[in-house]
């Protein structure tokens, strides 16, 4: 038995590879398993290849994995098309449909499975269901009689999807699923894969995606509007406040374009609301201006940028994070902005939380940097427990600063009290233009110095906040890795498995990505002699932004992939232990680490 299965799948749009995937899910967190399903499409509007990837363990999972243990093809030209993003090894399983009209000998793959299977999958839907359709339910038939995925949940959850579908169809997708599961009872494997079962049954374990965690986040933390436009990874998040916001006695508006959205959200907290926008890159780009807009006029603002490949257009349906430049310094004059990632889909409902929190704390635009696989992915995990958050408002003009009100005042902290219309005496001129402390334009130099300075400074404090930095692995180590955002995962599991293996190693995650905390990394970096920036980007852009802030190891890498090019947790593990006998061999010499 295993405690680990990995299953990739792919075929046509309609073939229902991704239903099959949700099923497949859904009946995993019903057993009480934990599981990762990540779902891939072309970038058409309509049509095309699909595939999705599943993870279920016994324990919970930190990405979707690397090589398949189980591949499951409809059609060889559209699984071929995903590539390394469903890798197929020596040990896999496939399972192909007959009608391919290849023989398993010669199945177009570079390297040749432990298994291979040639099923006649249409045949049995459509003697089964009468319908091609029910293709997808004889697939969920056959992974439950092979690999022991619960036979009684997935019925059940194809009785929930079909039973209002009516009686034929619902009876049509059940046969479809039994012929599959008998077919596999009466074709043993030969060879005993089946999942272990799992530690725990019964558990109340929920399956969601990150856009929609981002959402509930918000709620939860005061988000009273949100103004955004439709945008490719990241619509999903306005679609689920659309249906939930009005409950929490806010607002929504899907505005005219990108820009429309964000300056709505900046009006919106100008008149002393938690407001809100979510987009993806090309939409980060338009909304720049505005950003400026709320930093000069120090408004609190959450954007959330949800990455995908680029530049423009790019690969709107693949993960990347190649946007932290764009995050960082699209903005014109002295301007910095907090950056914040979470690591997982779980993890999307702190980091929210955090934003709004800085947000209002040090009255400034917060970035967040989502990514595709994180918001789009569909994540079992354990209920979230709210009574651990705490939850900032804006500091507000107190009745004695009303009398006379200077709005952008000069205050140690660098934060002045902040007033909304309707509060007496708390008018005031918010305005792109630079201004003094009542907010009045002006061309002085000294006062853009001095207001450039307070916009500045008042965030200093939060590099000082190492509750934004997750540190894993053996204090003095000499090998060390970074990572951030959904490959933080891919990682810290690599880390895991060679402190398994005897090996000292670090990790460092930064959840504040942007300001750099200088004495965070420098801390970090004391005892290295090697340290590797894991990252999906082409140039590395954390590994560059941190060498432009802080003083690194002489031995400062990159593991940079571009978008839609998976980084696997063994590819890290081997990078791990060939920089541990690098280390080894330079401490064998005397070699001191540089900083």
Not at 65 to 74: E, I, Q, R, Y
Not at 114 to 122: D, G, K, T, W
Not at 130 to 144: E, P, R, Y
């Amino acid at each position: 038995m295993t405690n680990d299965l990995i299953i990739g799948m792919a075929g046509s749009g309609g073939d229902g590879i991704v239903s099959a995937g949700e099923s497949l899910i859904g009946a995993s967190a019903r057993e009480g398993y934990y599981a990762i399903l990540t779902k891939s499409f072309g970038s058409q509007i309509r049509g095309g290849e699909s595939s999705c990837r599943l993870r279920v363990a016994t324990t919970p999972v930190l990405n979707p994995g690397g090589t398949l243990d189980v591949a499951v093809v409809l059609n060889w030209e559209d699984f071929l098309r995903f590539g390394d993003e469903l890798p197929v090894g020596p040990d896999t399983v496939v399972i192909y449909e007959t009608k391919t009209k290849i023989e398993p000998a010669a199945i177009p793959l570079k390297v040749r499975p432990a298994i291979v299977l040639a099923v006649p999958m249409a045949d049995l839907a459509m003697k089964a269901a009468g319908t091609l359709q029910a293709k997808n339910n004889v697939v969920l038939g056959l992974l439950a009689g092979w690999f022991g995925l619960g036979r009684q949940a997935i019925l059940e959850g194809i009785r929930r999807k079909f039973g209002k579908k009516g009686a034929e169809i619902l009876l049509g997708n059940e046969r479809a699923y039994t012929a599959g599961f008998e077919y596999a009872e009466q074709h043993p494997l030969g060879q005993e894969k089946r999942l272990a079962p799992p530690a725990m049954t019964g558990g109340k374990r929920e399956v969601t995606d990150g856009n929609e965690v981002c959402a509930s986040a918000a709620l939860f933390a005061g988000c009273k509007f949100f103004g955004g436009y439709p945008i490719t990874p990241a619509t999903e998040i306005m679609q689920h406040l659309q249906k939930e916001i009005w409950k929490h006695g806010g607002s929504l508006l899907q505005a005219e374009d990108e820009i429309a959205g964000i300056a709505a959200a900046v009006g919106a907290s100008y008149a002393g609301r938690k407001a809100m926008t979510a987009t993806s890159g090309p939409g980060l780009s338009l909304k720049a201006e505005v950003l400026g807009l709320a930093s000069v006029v120090e408004l609190p603002l959450v954007c959330v940028n949800v990455q995908r490949g680029g530049p423009s257009t790019g690969l709107p349906t693949k993960s990347e994070q190649a946007d932290l430049f764009a995050a960082a310094f699209s903005a014109h004059g002295d301007t910095v902005r907090p950056i914040l990632a979470p690591i997982s889909v779980e993890d999307v409902f702190g980091v929210t939380v955090e934003a709004f929190n800085i947000a209002e704390e040090f009255q400034t635009p917060v970035i967040v940097l989502s990514d595709q696989e994180i918001a789009q992915r569909k994540d079992v995990i354990d209920p979230v427990d709210t009574s651990r958050f705490h939850l900032v408002d804006r500091l507000q003009p107190t009745e004695q600063q009303l009398v006379d009100y200077t709005r952008f005042q000069m205050t140690e902290s660098g934060v002045s009290p902040i007033s909304h219309p309707g509060m007496k005496g708390g008018s005031y001129l918010a305005a792109g233009i630079e201004h003094n402390e009542r907010g009045a334009p002006s061309s002085s130099g000294e006062m853009h110095a001095r207001m450039n300075d307070k916009r500045l400074h008042k965030l200093d404090p939060l590099k000082q906040r190492r509750s934004l930095f997750v540190q894993e692995g053996d204090a003095d180590a000499t090998v060390g890795l970074i990572s951030w955002g959904s490959i933080a995962g891919v990682a810290l599991e690599a880390v895991r498995a060679a402190r398994a293996q005897g090996v000292s190693v670090k990790l460092l995650i930064p959840k504040l990505v942007y300001p750099v905390a200088e004495d965070v990394y420098h801390d970090f970096f004391a005892s290295l002699r090697h340290c590797l920036v894991v990252e999906q980007s082409h140039q590395g852009q954390l590994h560059r932004i941190i060498r432009m802030w802080a003083s690194v190891p002489e031995n400062f890498a990159a593991m940079a992939k571009s978008g839609a090019n998976p980084i696997t947790p063994d590819e890290v593990l081997r990078k791990i232990i060939q920089l541990t006998h690098a280390s080894a061999s330079a401490a064998s010499v005397g070699t001191v680490p540089t900083h």
